[in-house]
């Protein structure tokens, strides 16, 4: 799971600044804040939501506040997730896009066998988003589009709220 998160990172990152399909209002969104570590989503029982939350670059505003709920529930084969994406000071003010689906999780990636990627699909399952989570890190780091890590000195980093 750790290793999936910054792919899945990555590939947010990349799509970053493409418009998504879906905007809604500005509102907030109420979350459940969990201090347990990422790598627990796959081994409790029940419905757990996890909070991921960061502000990743874009290259036509000021940043991108991305907030990614994951669902956890052991007795499912797919899980859910929530991402909002609040593209911060656009010539148009805040403007703030919702999506959700189902996420994957894969093992492995070229020079780190161990990674955890999570994937996020849309409706179509198609992946969305790829992130990145190391191991005995509590954050997902955006891949690219090709599950590789974003070559830059900026964060496209999500911590676990």
């Given at each position: 799971?750790?290793?999936?998160?910054?792919?899945?990172?990555?590939?947010?990152?990349?799509?970053?600044?493409d418009?998504?399909?879906?905007?809604?209002?500005?509102?907030?969104?109420?979350?459940?804040?969990?201090?347990?570590?990422?790598?627990?989503?796959?081994?409790?029982?029940?419905?757990?939501?996890?909070?991921?939350?960061?502000?990743?670059?874009?290259?036509?505003?000021?940043?991108?506040?991305?907030?990614?709920?994951?669902?956890?529930?052991a007795?499912?084969?797919?899980?859910?997730?929530?991402?909002?994406?609040?593209?911060?000071?656009?010539?148009?003010?805040?403007?703030?896009?919702?999506?959700?689906?189902?996420?994957?999780?894969?093992?492995?990636?070229?020079?780190?066998?161990?990674?955890?990627?999570?994937t996020?699909?849309?409706?179509?399952?198609?992946?969305?988003?790829?992130?990145?989570?190391?191991?005995?890190?509590d954050?997902?780091?955006?891949?690219?589009?090709?599950?590789?890590?974003?070559?830059?000195?900026?964060?496209?980093?999500?911590?676990?709220?």
């Amino acid at each position: 799971m750790k290793k999936l998160l910054p792919y899945v990172l990555l590939m947010g990152f990349t799509f970053a600044c493409d418009k998504p399909a879906e905007e809604t209002a500005n509102e907030e969104m109420t979350t459940e804040h969990t201090s347990e570590p990422a790598d627990k989503i796959l081994q409790q029982k029940g419905s757990t939501w996890f909070t991921y939350e960061g502000t990743v670059p874009c290259e036509d505003c000021s940043g991108i506040k991305m907030t990614l709920r994951l669902e956890n529930r052991a007795e499912k084969d797919t899980r859910e997730y929530k991402l909002t994406q609040v593209y911060l000071d656009t010539p148009d003010g805040n403007r703030t896009f919702e999506s959700s689906g189902v996420y994957e999780v894969s093992y492995g990636m070229e020079g780190n066998p161990g990674a955890m990627v999570i994937t996020l699909l849309d409706g179509q399952e198609n992946p969305v988003k790829h992130f990145l989570q190391e191991k005995d890190s509590d954050k997902f780091i955006m891949l690219d589009i090709n599950k590789k890590k974003i070559k830059s000195d900026l964060n496209y980093s999500l911590i676990i709220k």
